[in-house]
């Protein structure tokens, strides 16, 4: 399957806990890209990157979200503490010149 | 601040009926997607759009492009119930950057 991964697909955690995220992009793709969508609303923006840097956060990425690319292949994002208001779906997409795909999403649920 | 709108938010229409979805956005951009989303999954890509006057179509969807009047219509031809989704535009302010999503179309066919 070439298109772009993402592991777990279902995070249940206690509040307080810490949880990390894996995204594993279309291989060519050196854009990668984080989003988080809660019930019925569309996706919210959190950070990307072009290769392994980071290029942009969002004013949404608190100090308790971290994400890496550490070597511009696969990304983690990683929530410290989590909170109830932290249970969303986080969406990881990546990107050719023209068009991005995403992948099927980490379901996260914070008890 | 970029902002998205969609109308409708909510659509229910029968089989075999036409109709247009509007995303209308806040500011100079002339690349703009559309994604299918169904139920507890993620993002399907459908249209990229990216000049003025782009038209795109695929089966019985097909999507339009005014960068001038910060519209773009996702129209819907004969529909079939296999239709029914929640549809999102999302705009790219830069080539690369970030996507803001509209808050959805919520379709529903009924036979």
């Known amino acids: 399957d070439t298109g772009v991964s993402q592991d777990p697909r279902h995070k249940i955690t206690k509040r307080g806990q810490n949880v990390t995220f894996r995204c594993d992009p279309i291989?060519?793709?050196?854009?990668l890209y984080w989003y988080r969508q809660t019930l019925g609303q569309g996706p919210e923006f959190l950070t990307y990157?072009?290769?392994?840097?980071?290029?942009?956060k969002s004013r949404l990425l608190s100090d308790r979200f971290s994400a890496e690319r550490p070597k511009g292949s696969f990304s983690t994002l990683e929530i410290q503490r989590t909170e109830q208001g932290d249970s969303a779906m986080y969406l990881c997409?990546?990107?050719?010149?023209?068009?991005?795909?995403f992948g099927p999403g980490t379901r996260l649920t914070v008890l | 601040e970029l902002k998205v709108e969609q109308n409708p938010l909510f659509l229910s229409m029968q089989e075999g009926k036409n109709y247009t979805i509007y995303c209308n956005y806040s500011?100079?951009?002339?690349?703009l997607y559309w994604y299918r989303q169904d139920p507890g999954k993620s993002l399907e890509s459908l249209f990229v759009?990216?000049?003025?006057?782009a038209v795109k179509q695929e089966g019985r969807l097909m999507a339009s492009l005014d960068t001038k009047a910060r519209l773009s219509t996702l129209h819907i031809t004969a529909a079939v119930h296999d239709l029914s989704a929640t549809y999102f535009c999302?705009?790219?302010?830069?080539?690369?950057?970030?996507?803001?999503f509209g808050e959805g179309t919520q379709l529903t066919v009924n036979p």
């Open positions: 997409a990546s990107s050719s010149y023209r068009e991005k795909f």
């Open positions: 291989s060519e793709h050196n854009r």
């Open positions: 999302a705009v790219e302010e830069t080539s690369g950057s970030r996507l803001t």
């Open positions: 990157f072009q290769n392994e840097a980071q290029l942009e």
């Open positions: 759009l990216l000049s003025n006057g």
């Open positions: 500011t100079t951009s002339d690349r």
